[in-house]
């Protein structure tokens, strides 16, 4: 078999691509359900009114939505670079300990400053955390050639050891008991509900500002220019005369910045000081959501609800009917694959012939 | 310094090191088979976790020990035909293929493991592989049959790769895939081949975790040792002599970690510790980056007739 590139992609081949992989994704599941000994149709039923059903169901799906929609845009804008930025795992946690060694309570800085500066100040020490973690990388790659997939990965096993050491001696909680956890964030800086009687907070808000504001600046600005033409070709963007070394280091800014808030918005929406299991892998579920979304910033916010929504519904779904919460990694990560094949079927066609 | 010297004159410790190096060993030929030909294989941490939840399951339901292998092999087998599929036949993104692999096998094996094993609090354990005591070499004979299994692989995919037909044809489409098909040989039966046999290694090296190493099947067993291949095997130049070196020094780091923490002679946080093997795996990254012979067709997918 060969693949032939298309000239044109019919508007059929458009909506048939999405639809085959939906229903792909739900044939292998359905198998998976069966194989645990539930019933198909009621599983799903659940699922999505978990996910989506109820006002409440929708507060605790936006509510995960938000930090996938930080990391979901962080691998975003570097993929668009071909910068494969697979750290935004340890990025959000050194972006979480930064919150804290700002905002924090006592053994924090505890500076007495009014919260409309420490605020400001704390999302840009947790941004410039997470944007420096990536920078070694990204040095890396544009001056020695090291792949960056590698060094990222490794660099998360890296933080998570620092975060639990520092979760033990410097930034340990020594009120609390139980689980490590750092010292909490100052009652001033916690965002505030945006719907009340739920976990929703303000933060959603300044996650679609930020889907927003990276979809202006890859769209309309000259940064966003060369961030596109060294994703598309570096050479020929070097040799246009795009400084291919310097958009590196500045998505890695961006892209690890943004990896850097989702930490601290979680921190300060959410959970209020940084434990080891605050995030469950969003940073990885946030390289799938770029790839869903094709890497457009606003393709990410959908596809953060809808991997949110499968999430929480799941876990709704496991309370009721046993099928294990896993379920849903699987539907993600069979989604991930259809979408990506359904795609490239949009663009090339099939021959079979020699 | 006497403690480091104490733990390096212990048989015990070389032991452990050779334990250690095995799953490393097995995992960075694997790395190395896929790559060569020009293929980069990201499913290695997922293929890994499949491999070690599907050995051991077919041990636990009554298969011999090696038949457990076989499993994990077949496991690792059919993953790598998806990631050939989608690399080779479909040339999608590289990356983002291992990275969905790596996502779908683990979530599987978990989910799997869930649904076999629904209300359980201890994991259930099988017999795991016995030592080769039989064996009269001092160090080796203290390992299970996995392990000389890994090692005897070394010089033979070395002969493979480098005096053999089909190892041209390997080397040949991850250089110049051009001009492999100018001469006959096909680059996309030889790549899925090489991405086949790589991921059955990489089934091989997780079952060793659950059929050798341990007797049972953890959540997060694998913890990252398939992303240390994937660096290994740069820092091994893509050789499989140097594959067993590199592994060989990792596994000495680590090991020299865990008994300096267990002697009380740490001095620093064991976090710090358990840091060294992923910081030497950078290093060794930057070490090389220099000299680093990449195959030069790595991560290009390649299309027949596009340029």
Redo the contacts between chains.
Sequence with gaps: MRLEKRTTTSRLAMVLAPAGAVAFTLAISSLLVLWAGAPVSRTYALLLQGGFGSVFALSETFTRAIPLIFTGLAAAVAFRARLFNIGAEGQLYAGALAAVAVGGLHGGTGWEISPWVLMPLMLLAAALAGALLLLGPALLKARLGVDEVVTTLLMNFIVLLGVSWLLDGAMKDPTALGWPQSVALQDALQLDKLVAQTRVHTGLLLALACALGLWVLLKFTVLGFDIRAVGANAKAAEFAGVGVTRTTVLVALLSGGLAGLAGAIEVAGRTAYVTLDMSPGYGYTGIVIAMLAATHPLGVVLASVFVAGVLVGADTMSRALGVPTYIADVIVATSLIAVLVATLLTQYRVRWAK | MTDVWDILANPAFWVAVLRIATPLLLGTLGVLLCERSGV?N?GIEGIMVAGAFTGWLAVYQGLPLWGGVAVAALTGAVLGL?HAF?TV?????Q???G???T??A???S??GY??SF?KVNTPPTITPFAEMLWLPIPILGQQTPLTLLALLLVPLIGYGLYRTPAGLALRMVGENPQAAEGQGVSVAVTRTSAIVAGSALMGVAGSFLTLSAFNAFFFNMVN?RG??C??LV?FASWRPGKALLGALLFAFFDALQLRLQQSGAAVL?Y??Y??LP??L??LA??AV??N?AYPQALMKPY????R
């Design positions: 980069l990201l998806l989608l036949a479909l040339a999608l993104s990356h983002v293929s990275l969905g692999i996502l779908l683990t979530s599987l978990y989910y869930r649904v629904p990252g992303w240390i994937v660096a740069v946080p976090q710090l358990l840091m992923y910081l795996s950078i990254l930057v980056a220099r680093a299309r027949k007739g596009e």
